[in-house]
């Protein structure tokens, strides 16, 4: 590796005193030797900074000032060094704690990466990372996995090798231009966090191509997996559903043009003997792709219905698992649908529970109540629908807050069912070890809420440093530019205080089974005015938290502002 300074002319050396902390070009008989940082002062950028330490700290050869990534696992640091050379090594200053696991990258043109270091144990501070040899112009450094809640952060990112005159002329480099085509990329690649939509369902390529049997295979495995959960047929509480009466979960993988599911189901009785078709216990999807609208249902044991879209589908002998495809007629990889999926139950005293994934009233065979179904990585994320929001109902006097739920007859309930700590299975909540719903409602300018919870062990002893770890309800709002999050840990008649922003009180039952909240949002009446929102109930029994329920999906990040639904205030 050349980063001393040695520099080889026609026989003769010469030696550079000390380490080279600015680039050194000869220009000899149309060689070029580049043996400093080929990092330093170029264009660089990323998917999102902690405020106040900006990605170009990371290349300005000032070792007080960092950059600081956003609080995700999957962050990205991007420069371009202007030309392609040839890279044999890099070096990171790291703040302490370094990175848990990351990989670094290169490319020639930001488009097509090719790792060539993985790292899974930094030792941090200065990290020199060498023997390797690769070619690029731009080189990412990819979060993989923090080494706490926070962003990774580095003093310096340098980049040692040479300007190889083979592949590229060597032209005086354009840092604004440069950054300005960085920056375009990163808004396509990395478009902002949305406050009107939740995350979207994801829809896992498949390995191989299932086999329709009605059997969970291994390649199942590779898919997400999302709890059904809201009754939607519960006019006052779409939680009212006993699990061990009906629960269910589903996942989709996909290969090509065909989208491959698999379904979950637990009922104590099964009834297929109802004259109206619908009101059997049966399974439904939605999916309107390319301005097609198309409700497909099979009945437990039989086949889904035919229409345009050829399907395949297999339960297997006790009604527990369905498999199925659907060949939506076109390449899924890159693209999105709008997209819902119920599972019905009738006992044979009529169907009382339909249970779908998210918030609605049953409309989803109309076309509305979809959500968004997402197969790989979408480029340009364009859909015919948003999805669902939540409507906030008002009432007509302002509400005692006092932990008792007389002031909620009329309140529609919602369940949080999503463990955003599991990504790869949303549905694990530990045999049922925590449990919540939750109502919203408000007078005037003040937002109102009562949350039922159940937990087997209540836990508040968290190091002061770190409270989101005890058992704790959180609040995320978003009006216009500004984004709160408040959390009040069991117990504790009050919000957290580092996070008010508006006047709010919160108090708790003696058991801590209901909390009862108001959030002062406006002087003003909220009617007609639409928030973002989230809300997630935390669970830790002794061993580290392990459950975070909300109610929509996402990677438990609604504390940055990313994931949230939408809460609309009715007149």
């Avoid at 989709?252 to 099964?270: K, M, N, Q």
């Avoid at 979408?378 to 669902?388: F, I, N």
Wanted: charge should be negative; glycine fraction near 8%.
């Amino acid at each position: 590796m050349k980063k001393t300074g040695l520099c080889l002319l026609t026989g003769l050396i010469l030696i550079l005193s000390a380490c080279v902390s600015s680039p050194v070009i000869l220009l000899l008989d149309d060689k070029v030797e580049h043996y400093g940082n080929l990092a330093l002062y170029k264009a660089a950028i990323s998917n999102g900074d902690e405020d106040g330490y900006p990605v170009d700290s990371a290349i300005d050869g000032n070792p007080k000032s960092r950059w600081s990534s956003s609080f995700i696992d999957d962050a990205v640091w991007i420069v371009d060094l202007g030309y392609i050379a040839t890279i044999d090594a890099v070096q990171i200053f790291w703040e302490t704690p370094p990175a848990s696991r990351y990989q670094l990258q290169v490319s020639n043109d930001a488009l097509n990466w090719v790792t060539f270091i993985t790292v899974e144990s930094s030792w941090g501070d200065r990290e020199l990372l060498e023997g390797f040899e690769v070619e690029g112009r731009y080189v990412k450094f990819l979060g993989v996995k923090r080494p706490h809640e926070w962003g990774y952060s580095f003093w310096e990112f340098e980049v040692y090798g040479e300007i190889n005159p083979n592949k590229e002329s060597i032209v005086k480099t354009n840092k604004t231009r440069n950054l300005a085509a960085l920056v375009a990329l990163m808004e396509k690649l990395y478009p902002a966090p949305t406050f009107e939509n939740p995350a979207p369902f994801k829809a896992v390529q498949a390995a191989s191509v299932p086999v329709i049997d009605g059997k969970e295979d291994e390649i199942w495995s590779q898919a997400i997996t999302y709890p059904l959960g809201f009754n939607q047929l519960g006019k006052q509480d779409m939680s009212n559903v006993d699990k061990n009466d009906i629960s269910g979960t589903w996942k989709i993988l996909y290969s090509g043009t065909i989208l491959y599911g698999l379904v979950h189901r637990s009922d104590d009785v099964t009834f297929i003997n109802d004259e109206v078709i619908y009101a059997n216990d049966c399974l439904e999807t939605f999916v309107l792709s390319e301005g097609v609208m198309e409700q497909r249902r099979a009945l437990v044991g039989q086949s889904f219905d035919q229409k345009s879209r050829p399907m395949k589908s297999a339960w297997n002998t006790d009604g527990s698992v369905l498999e199925f495809s659907m060949d939506l007629g076109r390449e899924l990889d890159g693209t999105i649908i709008n997209w819902n999926i119920a599972l019905a139950d009738n006992d044979g005293q009529g169907r009382d529970a339909q249970l779908y994934p998210l918030y609605g009233d049953n409309h989803a065979w109309e076309g509305s109540e979809l959500g968004e179904l997402v197969f790989g990585e979408v480029q340009d994320k364009q859909t015919e629908l948003q999805s669902p929001w939540i409507p906030v109902l008002p009432v007509t006097t302002e509400m005692i807050v006092d932990a008792k739920p007389d002031e909620w007859s009329e309140s529609r309930f919602f369940p949080l069912i999503y463990n955003q700590l599991n990504t790869r299975n949303y549905a694990d909540t530990k045999d049922n070890d925590v449990k919540a719903k939750m109502a919203l409602q408000y007078n005037e300018g003040k937002l109102y809420g009562l949350l039922y919870r159940y937990d087997d062990i209540n836990f508040m002893n968290a190091d002061k440093g770190t409270p989101w770890e005890n058992d704790n309800f959180e609040l995320f709002l978003k009006s216009g530019d500004v984004f709160f999050q408040l959390r009040a840990i069991v117990g504790e008649n009050y919000f957290d205080k580092a996070f008010q922003a508006y006047t709010t009180k919160a108090v708790w039952n003696d058991d801590y089974s209901v909390l009862e909240f108001m959030v002062e949002l406006s002087d003003n009446a909220l009617g007609g005015k639409s928030f973002g929102f989230n809300a997630a109930l935390s669970d830790n029994d002794g061993e580290g938290r392990d459950i975070q329920l909300y109610p929509v999906t996402g990677t438990n990040l609604s504390w940055e502002g990313y994931d949230l639904t939408q809460i609309k205030f009715q007149k």
